[in-house]
């Protein structure tokens, strides 16, 4: 098979005849159609300094499964979030993941569209239901729970607020800048969602507008899908005594955040059960554990395809980038230069 290898400088690799990867008893083989990027893809290559097939999220059609994988055959239309710094990433022709974070796709959704949906999907679904502990959709609140999404134009923050929306937690307070037309199209104001643009430079203060147009006085959740320029500390300041936020960045420093602020870090690895594997972050697991990682994500593989038969989950916006493998160091490069706003770049590795 054909597989991309991403240097440290982002050029990429194309390497031909590559051996095609085996999956475990409880993976699937899965023949690449599209392959969607996350920031993460050009940052583990650039700042560690090391070449490799770099991509998590992939769609395409199951080639094999491993002996012990229940509900997958071979030709299913899938799409998948691949194991984090392992073989078989979703640069190539054929790709590995765990069959608990595949999920079936309707005839409905392209390859291009489930391939945006798998790394950021899970990032939401870790955040409002693992870290901020938020009621699963079959449980939902009894009253309003209001939450802020910071940064909600980009995949995380959509995604977050579409299953938060299936959960029935509401209002949402948006805070999106030049995507915020996109955002529009995510709320419900009928349940006294509403949006913040960060540009007008007043954002607590129209956090604040905002609650008290729906009738609320605090506030106890929030996620930060950004982490940049401070916005963890204006998305804490807006917090009430005892709330929790989410933050997406595992490397940064958030010991600014006030004391009686509940902070927890989103990794989105917990899913497939691979946070022994990061040194770094497993204190943090130890401290607030994510109990069943791989349970949770089996449940919700169950819920995002669920989610695209009934149509309550749809995909991010995106630009296919040209060229196929070829075009991974565009897409990468672009993201470095924070081109992507309000859409993904997805690269189409096989016709169909």
């Given amino acids: 098979m054909k597989e991309a290898t991403v240097n440290p400088d982002l050029s990429v690799a ?43 999220d992939m769609a395409g059609y199951v080639e094999s499964v491993g002996e012990d994988v ?24 054929f790709g590995i993941a765990e069959s608990s974070t595949t999920f079936l796709l309707p005839k409905h959704v392209s390859f291009e569209e489930a391939s945006t949906i798998p790394l950021c999907a899970y990032t939401a679904a870790v955040a409002l239901f693992a870290r901020l502990k938020l009621p699963m959709p079959w449980a939902p609140p009894n ?11 980009s995949a995380v923050g959509a995604f977050a607020i579409k299953l938060a929306r299936h959960a029935g937690i509401y209002p949402i307070i948006a805070v999106a800048g030049s995507g915020h037309a996109y955002v529009e199209t995510l709320l419900d104001k009928s349940r006294g969602d509403s949006i913040v643009d ?14 008290d147009a729906a009738g609320m006085q605090d506030v106890y959740h929030a996620i930060d899908a950004i982490c940049e320029n401070d916005s963890h500390l ?9 709330g929790s936020i989410a933050l997406i960045n595992p490397g940064m420093d958030y010991s600014d955040i006030r004391n009686d602020v509940n902070k927890g870090i989103i990794y989105v690895g917990v899913v497939n059960g691979n946070v022994e594997d990061d040194k770094r972050l497993a204190g943090m697991e130890k401290s607030d554990p994510i109990p069943h990682r791989r349970d949770f994500g089996l449940v919700w593989s169950t819920l995002l395809s669920r989610g695209l038969y009934d149509g309550w989950l749809t995909a991010h916006p995106y630009e296919l980038v040209p060229g196929g493998l070829e075009g991974v160091s565009t897409a990468l490069n672009n993201l470095k230069a924070g081109k992507a706003s309000a859409k993904k770049y997805v690269a189409r590795i096989a016709e169909y």
Avoid at 143 to 153: E, R, V
Avoid at 200 to 209: S, V
């Fill in 14 to 56: 194309i390497h031909d005849n590559v051996s095609l990867p085996r999956p475990s008893p409880t993976q699937v083989l899965i023949r690449i159609v599209c392959s969607g990027f996350n920031p993460k893809d050009w940052k583990e290559p650039y700042f560690h300094k090391i070449a490799s097939n770099s991509g998590d």
């Fill in 70 to 93: 229940v509900g997958f055959q071979v030709g299913d239309k899938v799409a998948a979030f691949h194991t984090m710094r392992t073989l078989g990433g979703s640069f190539a022709e």
């Fill in 143 to 153: 009253n309003p729970t209001p939450l802020i999404i910071y940064g909600a134009s």
């Fill in 198 to 211: 960060y540009r007008n430079g007043n954002i607590l203060e129209d956090i604040r507008h905002a609650l």
């Fill in 234 to 242: 204006v998305v804490s300041h807006a917090l009430s005594t005892g």
